[in-house]
């Protein structure tokens, strides 16, 4: 099975700056990843798919990219509804597997 | 709008036998497959198995294979979650969420069922 691993395990950033998140998987997954958004009390909600589409209604300050088995999101300026936790998961091979999660929160 | 709905809070002793349901809405249900995920308090999330309402063929992930029973009835469009002993560990939340019909991604998801187990 592949193993995801993200990181930082939280991130402090004060809002209007650049957060970049870090996601790496244990063997080569192309370009197979995908990101969800988690909000306190929420379910998690798709952001971002095959490394870097944008999902619909996100806005695009979310950005995604890497491929083989790293992978990076990036928000480019944080804004206070996007203090929530991260989570990536590959879908190259079976089963499918989540990271731990990266919790952005405000510094 | 697509939609999944999933049953309410459930608060059970352990050995108690629990089934949850998600009932699908705005798409044709026999044919996206509907995933369920587990939550436990503060962690991460973990894939727990897939059910194509289509024809029932149901896939589980080695961790939780012979702990629960995924199901489904087509004809009210809802997939099922089951236990027949249910135990303090498995306290968490639970969500169900459709597969992209091409690709194993999730969305949209439920609004999650929080299973509570104690004595």
């Known amino acids: 099975e592949i193993v995801m691993t993200q990181s930082p395990a939280t991130l402090s950033v004060s809002p209007g700056e650049r957060a970049t998140l870090s996601c790496r998987a244990s063997q080569s997954i192309s370009t197979n990843l995908a990101w969800y958004q988690q909000k306190p009390g929420q379910a998690p909600r798709l952001l971002i798919y095959g490394a870097s589409t944008r999902a619909t209604g996100f806005p695009a300050r979310f950005s995604g990219s890497g491929s083989g088995t790293e992978f990076t999101l990036t928000i480019s300026s944080l804004q206070s509804e996007d203090f929530a936790v991260y989570f990536c998961?590959?879908?190259?091979?079976?089963?499918?597997?989540f990271g731990q999660g990266t919790k952005v929160e405000i510094k | 709008e697509v939609q999944l709905v999933q049953s309410g809070a459930e608060v059970k002793k352990p050995g108690e036998s629990l089934k949850i349901s998600c009932k699908g809405s705005g798409y044709t249900f026999t044919s996206y497959w509907i995933a369920w995920v587990r939550q436990m308090p503060g962690k991460g999330l973990e894939w727990m198995g897939i059910?194509?309402?289509?024809?029932?063929?149901?896939r589980y992930s080695p961790s939780f294979q012979g702990q629960v029973t995924i199901s489904a009835d087509k004809s009210i469009s809802t997939a099922y979650l089951q236990w027949s002993s249910l135990k303090a560990s498995d306290t968490a939340m639970y969500y169900c969420a459709r597969r992209n019909s091409n690709y194993i991604w999730f969305d949209p998801w439920g609004q999650g069922t929080l299973v509570t187990v104690s004595s």
């Open positions: 059910i194509y309402p289509g024809d029932s063929d149901t």
């Open positions: 998961q590959q879908y190259n091979n079976w089963p499918p597997a």
